[in-house]
């Protein structure tokens, strides 16, 4: 069996503690953080986001919602926070009254779901964002549920390999 890459083999044998810290960075979901953390070690980044696909299918209703408080709304990137602004470069610069839009669109379906909108924002324009907003927006509870998983999933997958990218 070939090594692990050293960013990836540094990680795993970070001590407990702070590759909870680590982890819930990647997702703001102490479940999450814990089941992949229990799954090392990782072998490749291919490992790592395996743990991350169970990991988040494992989710509760509740781990869920641990993990979208993480996640700032849609058309509002949190001030000075360089993921956040990273992964809604899309929003920036685009015409007032798309965001205006992307603020109703977003306080319809949180009065709805009793959540933020939760999409994989990298690569999307505003205007995507608004569609797929809109396009979700009928889905009953459950159905939502899954969606917003398999979003999370891909957003943690992107946040793993820019973490393994930075520690090499």
């Known amino acids: 069996m070939t090594q692990p890459p050293p ?3 540094a990680l ?21 953080a814990a089941a992949v953390a229990a799954s090392r070690p990782w072998h490749d980044r291919e490992d790592l986001r395996a743990a991350n696909a169970k990991a988040t299918a ?6 869920l919602r641990d993990a979208m408080a993480g996640h700032a709304r849609i058309g509002a990137p949190k001030p000075g926070d360089a993921v956040s602004e990273r992964e809604q ?3 920036r610069g685009v015409d007032p009254s798309v965001l ?14 009793g959540h933020v909108f939760l999409i994989c924002a990298t690569g999307r324009t505003a205007d995507g964002m ?3 907003l809109r ?24 946040r793993i390999n820019q973490l393994l990218d930075v520690r090499q």
Do not use: Q
């Open 58 to 63: 494992g989710l509760s209703a509740a781990d």
């Open 7 to 9: 960013a990836l083999s």
């Open 89 to 91: 470069a899309g929003v």
């Open 12 to 32: 795993a044998a970070t001590g407990a503690s702070e590759l909870r810290e680590i982890l819930l960075e990647v997702c703001s979901s102490p479940a999450w």
């Open 135 to 158: 396009e979700r927006y009928p889905h009953d509870a459950a159905t939502e549920a899954e969606v917003v998983r398999g979003e999370l999933r891909k957003i943690n997958d992107i």
């Open 100 to 113: 205006d839009e992307l603020r109703t669109a977003n306080a319809a379906y949180e009065a709805k779901f």
């Open 130 to 132: 608004l569609a797929a």
